[in-house]
Every structure is written in C-alpha cells, then in structure tokens.
C-alpha cells in the first residue's frame, strides 16, 4: 500500500492518451525523488484549462507526441514545486459516480476528510485513505480516485472524482475457523452475506456455527457503516445458540438474543446483549447446585473491551505485548428480576524474542472475577454460565479471552465439583461429579518456542516449545468469600509442563503436545500424556 | 450406595414453586406433595425454583445425592413409597373405592384445575403463581406456549371449546359430588386415616379455594359442598399455619439400600426421554472412538491441504520488523 506521504512514484505514461491524476496508480515510494509520473491534466473537456497547475494556457494540441510532451512538463514543473514545499490546493468538489444502489451520503461520509486539504500533499494522502476506507465497506467491486482540475474561474482548486462499482454478485458465502474467545472454545462456521440490500452499504449475513464443544449457533446480523450519524459502524446480530454441557456440568444452556455493537475502535468495543436463557437438565442427573440454576433468565448486559495488541503475530508471537480488558455489567433493565452481575476479566501477555532460531519467551497471566450484585448479593450464587471454567483444547498461549485453558487439563475440566444425583440401578456412574466453575480464576503461562534445526520444517513454520503453566478457580459468592485467602488459593493452583510442536496452517494453529500434569487435584480431569490444541484466530 | 450411607444424614428438601395466596405453594401440582410430608409427619425443608415453572421435574425432593423427580415412576409421592421413604397408602391399595376416588382425582380434577388456572379463568392468578420471578417478555412467550399445551392436552379446539368445558366442569361437579359423599364428615377420606389421596385431593381444593378468582365456575362448583370446604380448611390450619417452619427439630436420612423399580412414565405431565443410561458401555465407546476418527481424518486432510499446497500462513509475517501497528 502507499505510503501517504511520499511523492507518487513516477514512471512514464504507457498510454498516449491523457489521463487525469488517479489515485489507484500511486505506488510505494520513499522520499522525493523527483521521478516522473504520468499523472496528466484532463484537458479533454475545457480548453484554457490551467486549473491546479498554474501552467500556461495550452494551445490546442496538434499531436499526441506533443500533447504527451507537453504533460510532462507540467508534471515535472508540479513535482519540482511539491518538492520545494507545499502545493496550496484545496478541493472545490467531489463528484460520485457509479453507485447505482448505494446513497451517496454513504459515500460522501467517507469522503469528508478531503474538505480539509490544503495542499496538494494532503490532497493525495486523503485520497489514499478514503480508497481504503470505500473499499474497506466490502460493497463495491472497485474503487477509482481521479484529481480533476476545478472550474477554471476558481484557481488553486481540485474536483475529486469517485468512481465506484458495485458489486456484481451481492451474495457471497465463506467457511471459516476461528476461536471464539467468550465460547472459549473452536467452532467451525458457514455463512451467507448479502451486500448492499437497501443502498446503505449494510451488510446482512446468516451464519451456522458449530463448536468443538457440541454447540450450535444460528445467527443472522446486520452492519451499517452509517447509522444516522453516528461515527462507528453499528452492527446487530440476532442469534439461536445452543451449548451442551451435560458430559461436564449436566446441563444444557439454549440462548436468544440479540447483541447490538455500539461502538468499537482499534483499542475500545462497546456493545450491548438481550437474550432469554433457559438452563435445562434432560437427563435428570445435576448436582444440587446446578438443579438450582435450572430454569429462564433474562439478560441484559454491556460489555466494554479495551484491547492493545502490539504483537508482532497472534498466531506465533515473537515479539511485544497485549493487554485485553472486558468488563461486562449484567441487569441493564429497571426489571430487577433479571439476570445481575459485574463479570471482569483480563489478560497480559509478553513475548521476548531471544534472537536465535527464531526463539521467543512468551509470558502471560489472566484473571477474572464475577460477582452477582443487588440486595443481599453476598449471599446469592452466581449464574453457572457466567463463572469461570478452565481446561480445554485451546492454546494459551494464543487465546486473549480471559482465563479459560491450561495445557493438560480438559474442558472444564478443574475447579470446584459436587457429586451428580445417584440412582440405584446400576448402570449411572457412582463417581460423576459436576465442575462448577468458579467465581474467581487466575491462569499463568509461559512458553518457550524456537525453530526446529531441519530446514523443511522452518520452511513450512513448524517450530517447537516447552511450556509451563498453572492456575485455578475458586468459588467466592454464596458467603464463601469469607473463607477465601490468598494463601489457600496458591497451595491449591493446579499446574502442568510439557514439551511440543507448534503446525500452523492457513485455518489454524495446532499443537501436538507432550503435557505432564505437576499438580492436579481429585477430581480434576487432566493426564499426562500427547494431547492435540488448537487456535484459530478471528 | 455406599457414598450415601457413609455421608451424615441430610434432611430430606422438598423443591416447589414460590409461595402465594397465603399457601406454602400455590401450584396444584406442589402443594399435594407438601401436604402428603406433612400428613406423615416427616420432617423436611421447603426450598423454592422459581425460574422454571414449566418444567416437568418440579417438585422433587432431594437427600444428599438422592432425588425423586415429579416426572418419574409415576410422581414423587409413588417415588417415595418404593423407596421406602414414607408410605401412607400400604392398607388402603386393597380397598374398591380406592382406584376409582384416585382415578377421578387424578384425571378429572386434575383437568379441570388445569383448565381454569390457564383457560377458564383470567390467566391472572397461573401468573401469579407460577411467572412472579420472570421478566416481562419471558412471562408473556410461557404463558402463551402453556395455553396452547394445555389445549393441546384437553382437546380443546375452536370448535368443541364450549362442549370441552362443560365437560370438564361436569366431571368435576361429579367428582366432587363422590368425594363428598366419601368424605362425610370424617377427618380423612378412608378410615379416618391420612393417605395420598387426602393430600393430593386437599391440594386441589386448598389452590381451587385461595388461588382462583371468585368468578371461578369450579370455584363456585367447589363451594356447594361445605363438608369439603370444612374439611380443606381445618387440615390447613393445623398442617401449614399452625407449623412455622417446616424443618423439624431431628432430620432423617434417606435409605439408600432399596433399589427403585423403573415404573410406567408419568401420568400427568409430557412424557419427557429417560436419563441416557439405556446406552451400553461397548455402544459408547464405538461412539467416542468413531468420533475420534473421523476428528483425527479432517485435522490430517486440513493439515495436507494447507502443508503440501504452499504455506502462506501468518508466519510469514514474523519476518517484518515491527511496524508499531497493532493487530485486532
């Protein structure tokens, strides 16, 4: 991509006819170089036109030799003045073409940063950034900037044509991995997108979705780039989600809802969540506390994100950090019967390149802690599907969602348990045991990756690590806190090592590890042994 | 087994809905339950679901890792007596009248509490009852999802809807004329001793008297034999208000040596799929491990498409010096 504040890359014209100055030609280019370009006036339409370059009048050109010739006078004349220093300019209009469907204020308010140029420097920056953005609202096919001469009593100005086309087909359709990290765990999706159905550049998209985990999510949503002013896109997603978790925690969670995204920037996401769940046990074998939690919620909740990823991979990173917080704020509605909750959570990571084989020390520790509020919340336990649960098969060492997994230990697979229901016939297993989760949850990690010394290997990016981590959950609502202390949280923190190959590919990372489990406790579902991790990255 | 019997005892909880009209619980089918504990004098909890009225395993009780489900083996109170728990039926499964009083109390009665709390009345007082601790939305989706299963269940449709209800109100009117005939002017309605007939038939007429509005047709049907009013509310005031917490002083713990016979599903709710313990050990580990397999086939078919088709993974991009650009 350009850099903005180059001078274009100048090459001879290809094509004897005169073009006006396109933005979509511009290449990289370092420093002014003062090299040509074949950037021409548009002298087609009015003769005398002397426009932005201030040149003389051009007399009616006899040949193209001569009219080409003459163009690159002028170019090189412009050049040399951008090179001494700014070239006044300012735009006196902009013209949309080509959008038959899309509203022209759509486009006009990716446009409204070329208003403020004042030179012809500014002018090729603005056009570069608003081509990405036009081309960034996925809806046209292609995206033409051509700087025009402005009407010839007004010197000194520029008309910016926009030439756009639609997309031809407006339905696509794509599968894709990646790893959800509220979910917390892989899930494969299929979706539909229609583009551009109303004009307004909004895009809609239906989506099946199925985890690893055995849920299922059907989704419809919605993005508008503009929605009556406001400065971010806002997107809206309809969704049908259904999760099983009757081999963990005898129960199954089925969701509807719709989750609005209200504002999100590079480092900021806010969005807002409505959705009825019911929490049910078909197979009428919970433990007491998860036959308590049986039954519909309402939710209502805002979630806000701040994130600050400045790795240089999120799929092997080798070098700097990211810190992600999400603070989620339940019973948004005067209604107090529904769901109330404070939910924080964290993550940092750090990676340290070491400067052979490619060899990086990754850290990271995560935190969270969720806690009902409203009359007599100390007493009150929290929502099952709010807590934490750590175990799984995803990476750690990639996965910015709060504490959800360590190396070796299986979904939901640690953590506070009650004994499931017992039946005397026989065949129910005597020690089945529900994981709970907890109300407060810590993970450490460290990883050491490197290069694998076979050049096949290096060639295809498989490396190796060794790993080190450890964590745990604790409950702390329903009075509990009072019996909580540091001191036992620590003695109590599971940990595992291990050894493995790292194989990324195009969908996903995988991780064949070797993982030997240091400290577990008694019901805690972890072995040592050769287990398979995945991480795909959104 | 042996997990319940080195356990300490626990008390036996009983799990309903909330509490209204002035009853310890005011849905039909909980407050039999309540009644038949407290008639039997074993003492218990009372503790509260209240976010899932339409659920089909409300009530139940629980003892440690023991439960007994409303949607199993024929109810809770047939639970109870084939585990060993409490049976007050033993003298009277012989006695003719029995099986008729149970069959009018289970069917008739039944459907016609079920047709005025959801169709014949309001709707107010089911609401009530069953939806105070639900939000707004969730209230309105049950309520109607409920209306239509309970028409579903008593072949109500636009057409018959007039001649349904005055059947309905016809059997009950019968039923209760039976049972006041039977009761007389005893204290329980066989040989002057509590049964689960007494429990389940003062259940139905304690919510038909407290619960449902005055403009109630089987309300009105009910209040024509004062025998039973007598016998409903003099029961209530020693079994519910007289005691003030339903927890008593020694708790007794649950026999977990009797082994529970699987009986016909439930009479009177949907019948809702089994626990999964039909599957044999050898089914589900031809399961587990075919699921593997097939796992294990499309992470190798991923990894050759990817690996052998040229690998332009993000890897590429640790090479790049840092661009101070962050990644989403």
């Known amino acids: 991509m350009s850099n903005p504040d180059s001078v274009p890359d100048l090459t001879p014209p290809d094509s004897e006819r005169q073009k006006p100055f396109d933005t979509n030609e511009i290449d990289d280019e370092d420093g002014n170089d003062g090299d040509e370009n074949d950037v021409e006036d548009d002298d087609e339409d009015e003769d005398g036109n002397d426009g932005v370059f201030r040149g003389p009048n051009r007399p009616k050109p006899q040949s193209r030799e001569a009219r080409f010739r003459s163009g690159k006078l002028k170019m090189e004349s412009l050049l040399q003045r951008m090179k001494t220093g700014p070239v006044s300019v300012r735009v006196h209009d902009v013209i949309i073409k080509g959008n038959t ?31 990405l953005r036009l081309q960034a609202l996925e809806i046209f096919d292609s995206v033409k900037i051509t700087l025009d001469s402005g009407p010839p009593e007004l010197p000194g100005t520029a008309n910016v044509i926009i030439e756009v086309v639609e997309t031809a087909n407006p339905l696509s359709g794509q599968i894709a991995a990646f790893t959800k990290a509220e979910a917390r765990y892989s899930t494969v999706e299929g979706s539909l997108k229609y583009k551009n159905l109303f004009g307004y550049g909004d895009l809609w998209d239906g989506s099946l979705a199925y985890g690893y985990d055995h849920s299922t999510e059907l989704s419809a949503g919605l993005y508008l780039p503009r929605f009556k002013g406001l400065v971010t896109p806002v997107t809206a997603r309809a969704y049908l989600l259904s999760q099983d978790w009757l081999k963990f925690s005898s129960y199954k969670e089925q969701s509807m809802g719709l989750s609005l995204g209200l504002f999100s920037s590079e480092h900021h996401d806010v969005a807002y969540n409505i959705a009825w769940r019911t929490l049910t046990d078909p197979s009428q074998m919970a433990s007491r506390f998860v036959r308590r939690q049986l039954g519909h919620n309402l939710l209502s909740s805002l979630k806000y994100t701040f994130k600050v990823d400045r790795r240089n991979s999120p799929m092997r990173p080798t070098r700097g950090y990211a810190f992600v917080s999400t603070t989620q704020l339940g019973g948004l509605v005067p209604d107090n019967r529904s769901l109330r909750f404070l939910r924080q959570e964290f993550d940092l990571r750090y990676a340290v390149p070491l400067g052979f084989y490619r060899a990086a020390l990754n850290f990271g520790v995560s935190g969270g802690v969720v806690f009902p509020w409203g009359n007599g919340f100390s007493s009150k ?8 649960f750590l175990g799984g098969n995803i990476s750690p060492v990639c996965a ?106 195009s969908f996903f990372r995988m991780e064949l590890n070797y993982c030997y489990i240091v400290k577990k406790f008694d019901h805690d579902r972890a072995k040592t042994g050769v287990r398979l991790t995945f991480f795909a990255a959104p | 087994m042996a997990q319940v019997g080195e356990r300490e005892s626990e008390e036996l909880t009983l799990v309903t809905t909330k509490p209204y009209f002035d009853l310890p619980t005011a849905c039909p089918l909980c407050l039999p339950l309540f009644i038949y504990l407290k008639l039997a004098h074993f003492p218990f909890r009372l503790s509260f679901n209240s976010i899932f009225p339409d659920s089909d395993q409300i009530p139940y009780v629980e003892s440690g890792t023991y439960v007994a489900y409303n949607n199993e083996n024929g109810g809770v109170i047939e639970n109870l007596k084939r585990d060993g728990i409490v049976d007050l039926d033993s003298e009277f499964q012989s006695v003719p009248d029995w099986v008729a009083m149970k069959a009018m109390i289970s069917s008739w009665l039944a459907d016609a509490m079920m047709y005025e709390l959801w169709v014949g009345s309001d709707g107010k007082s089911a609401c009530k009852i069953y939806y105070s601790d639900l939000s707004w939305p969730i209230v309105k989706v049950l309520f109607l999802k409920q209306v239509y299963s309970v028409k579903q ?21 019968i039923a209760y004329g039976a049972l006041s005939t039977r009761l007389g002017d005893q204290d329980f309605l066989f040989d002057d001793r509590p049964s689960s007939l007494d429990a389940t038939f003062l259940g139905h007429v304690l919510v038909t008297l407290h619960a449902l509005p005055e403009t109630s047709v089987l309300r009105s049907k009910l209040l024509e034999h004062g025998n039973v009013v007598r016998y409903a509310e003099k029961h209530k005031t020693k079994l519910i208000e007289s005691s003030s917490s339903s927890s008593g002083p020694q708790f007794r713990s649950v026999p977990s040596s009797s082994t529970p016979k699987r009986g016909p599903s439930n009479w009177s709710s949907k019948p809702k799929s089994q626990p999964k313990r039909e599957k044999t050990e050898g089914e589900k580990t031809f399961k587990r491990r075919a699921r593997y397999f097939l796992a294990a086939q499309l992470v190798v078919v991923l990894l050759f498409l990817s690996l052998m088709g040229g690998n332009d993974a993000g890897d590429m991009e640790l090479d790049d010096e840092d661009e101070g650009n962050a990644f989403d």
């Open chain 1, 101 to 131: 469907k899309t509203k022209d204020h759509i486009i006009e308010a990716e446009t409204e940063l070329l208003n403020n140029v004042g030179s012809m420097q500014e002018l090729l920056k603005a056009s570069q950034i608003v081509n």
């Open chain 1, 381 to 388: 336990p929290s929502s099952l599907p709010e807590r934490f």
């Open chain 1, 400 to 505: 910015l969602g709060g504490p959800t997994t360590l190396w070796g230990f299986k979904t939901r697979g640690l953590g506070p348990t009650e004994p499931r229901r017992h039946v005397n016939d026989g065949t129910a297993d005597p020690s089945g045991v529900d994981f709970l989760g907890g109300d407060l949850a810590f993970t450490a990690l460290a990883d050491l990756s490197f290069d694998l010394p076979f050049r096949w290997f290096r060639e295809k990016g498989i490396h190796a690590h060794v790993f080190a981590c450890a964590g745990n959950v604790a409950k702390l609502t329903e009075n509990e806190y009072r019996n909580f202390s540091v001191q036992k949280f620590v003695e109590s923190l599971r940990s595992s090592v291990g050894v493995g190959l790292v194989v990324p590919t």
């Open chain 2, 153 to 173: 269940h008593l072949g109500i449709t636009k057409d018959n809807a007039e001649q349904r209800e005055d059947e309905i109100y016809k059997r009950a009117k």
